[in-house]
């Protein structure tokens, strides 16, 4: 099970033992204690407070705000592997080098 999962496991027994639904949405982002589930939740008790009807519009922006910057967190990790990819790689072109050099030099002191 994912950790927000849980997270919403409890905000569901909050409210079922009686605590407002305004308040278990703040305290559930709180806990959460990420960028993406603070917004959630402060966009849930938004739309309880003012009632708003494009509750779902908002949703949809911020899915899309979350996957770009998914997209973007991959982008850098995978820049980060490359550069820690290149001492290998030179090392194993190095090591070729050698072994197409080193026989190649060998005959012709034969020779």
């Not at 997209?71 to 090591?95: D, R, W, Y």
């Amino acid at each position: 099970m994912h950790y927000a999962y849980l997270e919403i496991e409890h905000l569901l027994n909050k409210m079922k033992s009686g605590i407002p639904e305004a308040g278990s949405y703040a305290t559930f982002g709180k806990r959460c204690q990420l960028h993406i589930y603070i917004k959630l939740g402060t966009l849930l008790e938004q739309n309880l407070k003012k009632g708003s009807a494009d509750l779902q519009d908002a949703l949809k922006q911020e899915m899309e705000e979350s996957f770009s910057s998914q997209q973007s967190q991959i982008l850098q990790f995978g820049e980060k592997a490359g550069t820690k990819m290149i001492f290998p790689m030179i090392l194993i072109l190095a090591v070729i080098m050698m072994i197409i050099i080193i026989p190649a030099f060998l005959s012709m002191k034969t020779l």
